[in-house]
C-alpha cells in the first residue's frame, strides 16, 4: 500500500494525462473491433464533440485545482473530516473507506442533485443528450457541470478528510470506470449481473442512458454500485431495449451539433414527455 500512496502522492500531472488518453484508446480499439451495437454514425465526427467537452473539463479542472489542493492539506493539517474523526485505520481499509464516501459525496450525491433540481439539470442536460453511447461519451460535459461537478469533489474531500493521495487515486479509478461503463461493449451477462454488485457495470450504467424517465432517474453511481442498491435508484432494463438519448432532445441538430450543445442551459426549458 505504501507504494500505492508514495506514486498517487506525487503523480506527474503526464501520468494523469496519459491514463485518461490510454483508458479512450485502449476502450475505443475495442469497441471498434467488437462493437455492442453497431452505429450508424461518423465517429469521428461523434468523438470529435465529446473530446471537446473532455477538454474543457480539463482546462476547468486544472483552472481550479489549487482549490482542491488547499482544501485537501487544510483537512489533513487541521485533522478534519470522516477519516480523521475514525480510529486509526488499516492503510487498505482507510483507502477502501475513503474511496467509498468520495464517491458518495462526490459523484452520486452530485449526480442525483443535478437530476433533480431544474438549474443544474440543464447543464447535466448536455450529457444525456448523446445518442451513440461509446467511451467517448465518458466526459461529455458542459463546462458549466464541470464546475459543478468539481464543487461536489471539494465539497466531499473536505466533508471526508481526503489527503491528495486519495484524492488522486479516486480521480484516477473513476477515469477508468467512466471510460469502461460507457464504452460500446458488452460483457457476458453473468459477469455484469455479478459485478453490479460491487462496481457500476456497463450494463447498470447504460439503463441510465436510457432516453425516458423512470430509467433516465436511477443508477447514479459512479465507482462503486453500493450507493444505488442502498438507497433504491438501482433499476434493471433488458439491453436489447435500451434506447440512447434524452427523450426532449431527439433530433440530431439537438443533440450532435456542438454549438446547440454549449447553448442547451440557456434555453427554454423543456419537460420530459414521459
Known amino acids: 500500500m505504501n507504494e500505492i500512496i508514495n506514486y498517487f502522492s506525487t503523480i506527474p500531472s503526464s501520468h494523469r494525462a496519459m491514463i485518461l488518453a490510454g483508458g479512450i484508446a485502449f476502450f475505443w480499439l475495442i469497441e471498434t473491433a467488437i462493437p455492442f451495437v453497431k452505429f450508424k454514425y461518423n465517429k469521428w465526427q461523434h468523438a470529435g464533440i465529446n473530446l471537446f467537452f473532455t477538454l474543457t473539463t480539463i482546462v476547468v479542472n486544472f483552472g481550479l485545482a489549487l482549490l482542491l489542493l488547499k482544501t485537501a492539506q487544510w483537512t489533513t493539517e487541521n485533522s478534519f473530516g470522516i477519516l480523521n474523526w475514525l480510529p486509526e485505520l488499516n492503510p487498505w481499509l482507510f483507502a477502501i473507506v475513503g474511496l467509498l464516501l468520495l464517491d458518495l459525496i462526490g459523484a452520486y450525491l452530485a449526480h442525483l442533485v443535478e437530476h433533480k433540481v431544474k438549474f443544474l439539470w440543464r447543464f447535466h442536460l448536455i450529457h444525456h443528450t448523446d445518442t451513440w453511447i461509446d467511451t467517448t461519451s465518458a466526459n461529455r460535459h458542459h463546462p458549466g457541470e464541470s464546475v459543478i461537478r468539481f464543487i461536489f469533489t471539494t465539497l466531499g474531500v473536505l466533508l471526508v478528510g481526503c489527503p491528495m493521495w486519495l484524492v488522486f487515486l479516486y480521480q484516477t479509478l473513476s477515469v477508468l470506470s467512466t471510460q469502461f461503463t ?16 460491487f462496481i457500476v457495470s ?23 454500485s453500493v450507493w444505488d442498491r442502498l438507497f433504491g435508484t438501482f433499476k434493471t432494463l433488458d439491453r436489447d431495449q435500451i ?5 426532449t432532445h431527439m433530433k440530431p441538430e439537438e443533440n450532435n451539433k456542438l454549438s446547440n450543445l454549449l447553448s442547451i442551459p440557456f434555453q427554454k426549458y423543456r419537460s420530459s414527455n414521459s
Open 182 to 197: 460507457h464504452a460500446n461493449i458488452s460483457l457476458p451477462k453473468k459477469m455484469d449481473n455479478f459485478l453490479s454488485y
Open 202 to 224: 456497463p450494463d447498470m450504467h447504460k439503463v441510465h442512458h436510457h432516453y425516458v424517465l423512470p430509467y433516465t432517474d436511477s443508477n447514479y453511481g459512479n465507482i462503486f
Open 243 to 247: 434506447v440512447y438519448g434524452v427523450d
